[in-house]
Structure formats: C-alpha cells, structure tokens
C-alpha cells in the first residue's frame, strides 16, 4: 500500500513541480472556496494513477493546486465516502497522498445535521473533537512508517488552529460555534431517535465524512482543523423530512462565510 501511496505522490509532484504544506478536503455543496484558489493545476481524480474516481451529485473529483490567502494549497474537490462502498483503505487513500506530498496540515469542510438547539441552519460549526461511529481507517496491518500501531487522539483538531479561527472569525463578522462531530456512515439520514441519542452521547452535529480523513491524518502526525457546514436540525422536536438536494442548497447558501474563513485563517499562517 506505501508503494502506490509514493507513487501517487511521486506523480502528482512531477506533474505539478508543487509540494503544497496546506492541504483542503470539500465538503458537499462547498467548493465555493475553488474560485478563491488562484488555480495553478486542476487535475480530475480520472488522470491520477491509483486513485479512487468520486460517484456522489456535488462532488466534482479534481485535485487542484493552486494559491489561497498567500500560500500554496492543495484541494480536494471530490471526497470519498464509505456509503459509496469504497473499502476505508480506499476512502482515507488520498489523504495519505497529500502527506507524502508535503502537506503538513489539513483543512476539512463537511455538511453535518445539527443536534444541539442552539445551532441554526446555515450555521458553521469549528470541530473541536470527533465521536468516531464508523469504521476505523486504521484497522489492519500498521505500517510504522506511516505512523504508530495505537496512535494518541487527544488532540484531533489542534487547538491553535482553533483558537486562530475563532479569531478570524470574531475579526471577519462570522458567526461560529463549536462542538463535537458524529461520523457515521449513512447513507440513511438519522431518525428522530438517532439524533437523540447522538445528542446524549455528546455529539453536536453529525455527518458522513470527516473523521475517517482526520484519523489517518492524525496517524500520520498531521495537523487537522474541521468545520461543519449546519445544513438540516437533529434537534429533538424539530426533526423534518431531511434530503441530499436540501442539503447540498444549505451548503451552498453557507459556502461563502466558509470560504473566507478557510482563506483569512490560511492567511495567518
Ligand atoms: N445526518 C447525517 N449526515 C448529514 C446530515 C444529517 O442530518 N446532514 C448533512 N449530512
């Protein structure tokens, strides 16, 4: 697996001449912050050798190297999901490329139902600790070059990035909460007594992505900052009808408090 992990990474650096050190994962219906990127190369997922090819409506599939906030970054548009039936191998496959191609710290953005009643839909929440519901990543065989057999998780989302957003955002006029993200694997939306219960548990919100990314990330000693995009309430009581188009729209109407959050805390750095 190392090998076609280097040999993913030893393409993209030649074809690219780039090793960025910030890397970006968008999330459903925000890849809004792509015209922000000053686009140096816009690969599809299609062109790069070993990689998984994204099958989900929203989710484009290009790796795109570019500038953003005064540095170089390389972005994802397109994740992969385990619902998609992609093997967790397979799903976290990409994040490890970007570790052997510099990158140092990584920016994921997600769509996420919200549990906690203070939140609102449109909201964004900064991920300051993950509940992981789904498969982990690491199960197997460790390589120890990747990173250790039991790796530490006491810090996922590190708290000077935290603290640096919260910052940003105070100095830029947006309005952000904080909490902790589910990571399930859907594809089914929660019922009303799934909400909550991740809610009891200590969940604030909850979604399909992210945590898989971000464990292996941590894995592999890089540096993870997350936000949630609040696109549909899992509050008790106020649980509706919840669609992937809903979401998506949701999404999009949040993207641009987003996107100038991601690129003035890249321009701190
Ligand atoms: N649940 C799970 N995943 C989601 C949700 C949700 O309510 N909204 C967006 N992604």
Same mark, same amino acid.
């Given at each position: 697996?190392?090998?076609?992990?280097?040999?993913?990474?030893?393409?993209?650096?030649?074809?690219?001449?780039?090793?960025?050190?910030?890397?970006?994962?968008?999330?459903?219906?925000?890849?809004?912050?792509?015209?922000?990127?000053?686009?140096?190369?816009?690969?599809?997922?299609?062109?790069?050798?070993?990689?998984?090819?994204?099958?989900?409506?929203?989710?484009?599939?290009?790796?795109?190297?570019?500038?953003?906030?005064?540095?170089?970054?390389?972005?994802?548009?397109?994740?992969?999901?385990?619902?998609?039936?992609?093997?967790?191998?397979?799903? $976290?496959?990409? %994040?490890? =490329?970007?570790?052997?191609? #510099? /990158? !140092?710290?990584?920016? &994921? +953005?997600?769509?996420?139902?919200?549990?906690?009643?203070?939140?609102?839909?449109?909201?964004?929440?900064?991920?300051?600790?993950?509940?992981?519901?789904?498969?982990?990543?690491?199960?197997?065989?460790?390589?120890?070059?990747?990173?250790?057999?039991?790796?530490?998780?006491?810090?996922?989302?590190?708290?000077?990035?935290?603290?640096?957003?919260?910052?940003?955002?105070?100095?830029?006029?947006?309005?952000?909460?904080?909490?902790?993200?589910?990571?399930?694997?859907?594809?089914?939306?929660?019922?009303?007594?799934?909400?909550?219960?991740?809610?009891?548990?200590?969940?604030?919100?909850?979604?399909?992505?992210? $945590?898989?990314? %971000?464990? =292996?990330?941590?894995?592999? #000693? /890089? !540096?993870?900052?997350? &936000? +949630?995009?609040?696109?549909?309430?899992?509050?008790?009581?106020?649980?509706?009808?919840?669609?992937?188009?809903?979401?998506?729209?949701?999404?999009?109407?949040?993207?641009?408090?987003?996107?100038?959050?991601?690129?003035?805390?890249?321009?701190?750095?």
């Amino acid at each position: 697996m190392l090998e076609t992990i280097k040999q993913t990474a030893e393409y993209l650096k030649q074809r690219t001449g780039l090793s960025p050190k910030y890397g970006i994962i968008l999330g459903s219906g925000l890849g809004g912050l792509v015209d922000e990127i000053e686009i140096q190369h816009k690969i599809p997922y299609t062109e790069i050798p070993n990689f998984p090819v994204s099958t989900v409506e929203g989710h484009s599939g290009n790796l795109i190297f570019g500038n953003l906030g005064g540095k170089l970054v390389v972005a994802m548009q397109g994740r992969f999901h385990f619902y998609e039936g992609y093997a967790m191998e397979q799903v $976290v496959f990409p %994040v490890r =490329v970007l570790k052997y191609i #510099g /990158v !140092e710290t990584l920016f &994921v +953005s997600n769509a996420a139902g919200g549990m906690n009643p203070a939140f609102e839909i449109g909201d964004l929440m900064l991920i300051n600790d993950h509940l992981n519901l789904q498969p982990n990543p690491l199960i197997g065989p460790n390589n120890k070059e990747l990173g250790p057999r039991f790796p530490d998780m006491s810090e996922p989302y590190s708290h000077v990035l935290l603290e640096k957003a919260e910052k940003v955002a105070a100095s830029i006029g947006i309005k952000v909460q904080k909490g902790v993200y589910a990571s399930v694997t859907g594809p089914t939306f929660e019922t009303p007594a799934e909400y909550r219960w991740f809610w009891r548990i200590g969940a604030d919100a909850v979604g399909m992505s992210t $945590v898989p990314e %971000v464990i =292996v990330a941590r894995h592999m #000693g /890089v !540096e993870c900052f997350a &936000v +949630s995009v609040i696109t549909d309430l899992g509050v008790e009581g106020q649980v509706h009808k919840v669609s992937h188009e809903e979401v998506l729209q949701a999404a999009n109407i949040a993207s641009g408090k987003l996107t100038k959050l991601i690129t003035e805390l890249v321009r701190e750095l």
